[in-house]
C-alpha cells in the first residue's frame, strides 16, 4: 500500500555514508524536487556537483550513483563534476548540489546565482545563511527548507503547490 | 498499512490555507508529491496542499494502491473498514456512510465532492452513492476530514467530507479496462484512461456499467418486499470526460463534463423503502492563476438532476460560482479570502403545479494561520453565507396552509473552524479543535408538496438549519519504524434535527385545509466517543492494520414514532471494530478483513405513518481478496465480500446482506 517507502528502500541499497554526508536518497529527494523547478523542460536534469578538496571523495560517489542517468521520479539526474575553483563554468546546469566548504561559500553561490543555477545543500546552515536556495534532509523524514531570498536572485521559482509544501525563510 | 492522519505540522500551518480544494485537486500531482515527501498529500484537510502527517484535521487517506486491495465494488463499502466511519448497506447499491453517528437512509451530514465539485444532491440532502461519476480504477485517492468543515466547504459539512480526486494525465499518460462477473447475475465493465496529448494539453475519460440483483428484503417491511417484487435489478452507467489546458506555468484552466443513469432499490431518509432512478449531468470549469496578489482561483459547476422516486419525480439543477485568493503576508502569516454566489431551482415536486421554488446564496469566508514557533501553530476560519429563498407561486390552497409569501425566507449563518497545534518535546502531535458547521434546509425540507385528497405533505419553508458543534482532541505517533497509533476523542451537538416528515399530521384545520404531515426540526441529539487505528508492516511482504470506535449517543427528540421517525441513539453502533491482515509476495497479493459492528435498534416504516423499530443483533463481516498478477498489466482477482453473510445477514431494517462473490480481469497500462 505505500508506495512512498520506496525512496527508503533505495537508500538502503546504497552504501550508508558518513554522517552529514549527500547520500543518494538524498539525491532522488533533490531530484524529484527539481521536478516542481518552473521553467525546466523535459525530463533530463544535469546537476552540478561542486565540491573541495575534502570532499572530493563524496563528490566521486555521487557522480557514480548518477552514471548513465539517476532515475528520480519524472526526472533523469546527469552529474557534472565541477571543482569549487572552477564554480564559474556552471552554466547550463539545472542545480548544483554543494559539498562541503562549497556549502556556504559566497563565491560558489554568487557564481550559481548569477548563472541562474539552483543551489542545494544538505548542510542546513548553507540555506539558513542565504548561500544556497534549497536545504534538504532526507532522514528520517523529508525535510525541505528554501531560502526565498536567496532563490529570488537566483531567479529560481517554484510550483505552488510545492512551495505550499516546504519550509520557507 | 492503511493510512489516517490526525494531525499538523506547525511549519505548514503558516501555508496551509492557499488552494481550494477544487484547485489543489486539480493541479497537484500526488503521486510525484507522496513520493518526494515519503507520505500521501492532500488538499482535503484545510484547502491547501499538505503532506499528510501534516495536516490540522483527523483525516483518513485511501490511495489508490489502498483501494485496489478491498473486496468491496463501491465507494461506500471502501470507507467501512476504517476508524470513526459508520456504514449500513440499504440495499445493493445503497451504502450509506457517516462518520461519528449512525450511518441513517440517505445520511445528510457527509458533504462529498468529486474533484472539488459537490456530489451531495443539495436538492433532498444526501449523496446517492452509486450515482457518483467515477470509476473504482479512476481514483487517485479518496479524502476524508472528520467533524464539521462548513467554513471551508460551505453548508452540509458536517459530520465530514469525502473528497474523491480522480487521476490526473497531466501528470502521467495512463489507461485501465476492468471486466468483472459474479454470483447474484452481478456484472461490471470499466473504462478509464488519459493522456497528455501535448505540453500544456492534457484529456482524460472513464465509462462504467453494473449490474446486479438487489438484496432480497427485509421480510418484516412490506413496503421493501413491494418494491422488490416491483422490481429487483440494479444497474448503473455513467461517464466523465475532461481536459485540462495550461497558458503558462502560472496559469491553467480545466473542465469537466459528467453524466450517470442509475437505477436502484434504496431506503429513503424517514426509513421508507423505494425504488429510484437517477438521470444526472455536471458541468465544471476552473481557472488557476498564480499573480502578484496571490494565487487566484475561480470556479464553476452546474449540476442537473432528474430524480424519479417511487412518490415522484424531481427535477432540480444547482449552478455554483466561486472565486478566492491566498495571500502570504510573511512566513508565519497567511490569509485567504473566498466569495461564493450559489442558484438553486427545482421544479414543483412531486405534484407539479405547486410553484417552481429555490434559493440564492452568497458566501463570504476567510481563513489566518499563524504559527507561533515551531512547536505551536494556529488555524482559524470562518464563513458567513445568506441564503434567500423564493416561490413562484402558491401552492394549492386545497392542500396546503403555505402561501407564496411564506416562501420568501433568510437564512444567514456563520461556521468556524478553529485548531491550535502541539508539538511536545515527548513525541507525537496534539490538535485541539473548535467547529461549527451548518446544515442547511432542503429542497424537501421547505418547498415539497404531495397532496392526497384528505391530508397532504408539506415542507416548511419556516424550517431552521441544523446546527453542529464539536470539539476533539486527537494524538498520532510513530510508536516504531513501522507501527503508527492515531487516536482521538471527540464531543459533538447538533440542534434542531432536521428530523423529515412527521410520522402523524402535526397541522389540522382551520390552520391548513387538511391535515398535514410537516418537515421540519425535530429536537436535538450529541454523540460522544473515541476512535483508535494501529497500523503496520512486517518483514516478507505482511501489513496489518487494527482500529476501534466507541461511540455514545443522546437523544433529546420529539416523540418517536408519533412525531420523529429518527432514532439516533438507537441506530448508532455503541462498537465498531476493524481488521485487516495483507500479504504481498511475488506476484500475489491476499488480503482479509473483518468488521464487527454492534447491535443497533433501528426504525423501520413499513408503510407511510407506521414507524416502529427492530432490534438488529451485532455483526461480524468477513472479506477476502487474492489477486494474481498474469503480466505486468494483466491481473486476475477473486473478491468474496461478507462471505460468512450467506443468503442473508439483518444488517438493516430495508434489505438484508448478502455474500457475493466476483471475479476480476484487469488490464492496466
Redesign the interface.
Known sequence: MRKFILPALAGLLFTTPAMAETTQRDLEVIGRALSFVEGASGSDRTVAIVYDAASEAEAQALASAMAGGLSAGRVTLNARLVPMADSGSLGGADAAVLLGAAAGDGGVFSAASSAGVMTVSTDMSCVESAQCVMGVQSAPSVRIVVNRGAADSSSVSFAAAFAMMIEEI | ???QFLTTSI??LA??V??SATS?AQ???Y???????????TAGATG????A??VPATMIII?Q??IE?FPEYDIPGVLRHFAGVNFNRYAFGDGQVSIRGAATPYTPRLLVLVNGREVYLDSYGYTAWSSLPVEMADIQQIEVVKGPQSALYGFNAVAGVVNIITRNPAH?DYATARAEIGTDEYSNVSLSGGRQFT?NFSARFSYGTQEGNEFAPYAPNAQAVGIAAAGNQFSRENAAIAATFRFN?KVSMNAEVTTSDVTLAETGSIYLAGGTEYDLNSYQAGLEA?TDFG?LTFFASRNESEIAYNFGSMESSITVFRVQDLINLS?NDTIRFSVEYRDAEAGSFPDATDGDFGYTSSALSAMWSHKFSNELGMTLALRYDSVEWSRDASPNPGGYPFVQADYDRSIEELSYNAAMVWRPEAGGTVRFSAARGVQAPTMFDVGFTLFFGTASVSGDPSIEPSVVTNYEIAYDRDLTADITLRAAVFHQETTDVKGGTSVIPVVFPPTSPVPVYLFGNHGDTQVSGAEFALAG?MEHGW?WDVSYTYQSVEDDLLTFGVFTPQDYEGATPTHLVNAHL?WTGGRFTVDGYVNYVSSVDMPMQPAFGAVTSEAIDSQVALSLRGQYDLTDWLSVALNAQNVNFGDGEVTNTNHLNESRVWASLTSSF
Do not use: H
Open positions: 498499512m492503511k493510512t511549519s505548514v501555508l496551509s492557499a488552494f489543489a493541479t497537484l500531482d503521486t510525484a508529491m507522496s513520493d518526494l515527501f515519503g507520505e500521501p498529500v491547501a496542499p499538505q503532506r502527517s501534516d490511495t494502491d489502498d486491495r502521467g505540453e506555468d498564480d494565487f512566513p508492516d501489513n495483507g
